[in-house]
């Protein structure tokens, strides 16, 4: 039995499913792009950017992108993909990785924490 979930005008499907996630495992759950592409991430305290280098399976930096926001930046990095017909993102998790590390770089920023990219 299922309990009722109430959200704000959604109702629930007759065949809902509540799937409980097991912990991720950054070692043996990780896998890597199949592009070889990316990313490094830092915090620039002084100046108050966050800064994304995008790097290739050589080991080079395609491109830099700098901002303030998390957002700004992965809308950015994102929308610049789509332009240039690049395949940089082709897994899902990694885009989600690079949102939840800019994420801590920019709490890291308001002088709460040291960030340290995992």
Known sequence: MTKEYVWHKQST??????ISCPVYDPIKN???????VYVLIRCDIEK?????AVCDKKHAILKVFQGR????????IFEYEKKH????????DHAA?????????????SGKETYIQE
């Open 85 to 92: 017909q690049l395949k940089w993102f082709s897994r899902k």
């Open 69 to 76: 926001k998390s957002q700004d930046i992965y809308y950015t």
């Open 48 to 52: 108050s950017l966050i800064e994304v």
């Open 30 to 36: 990780f896998h890597r792009d199949p592009t070889g």
């Open 97 to 109: 990785y690079l949102g939840k590390e800019l994420k801590k770089c920019e709490f890291a920023l």
């Open 13 to 18: 499907a007759p065949d809902i499913n509540i």
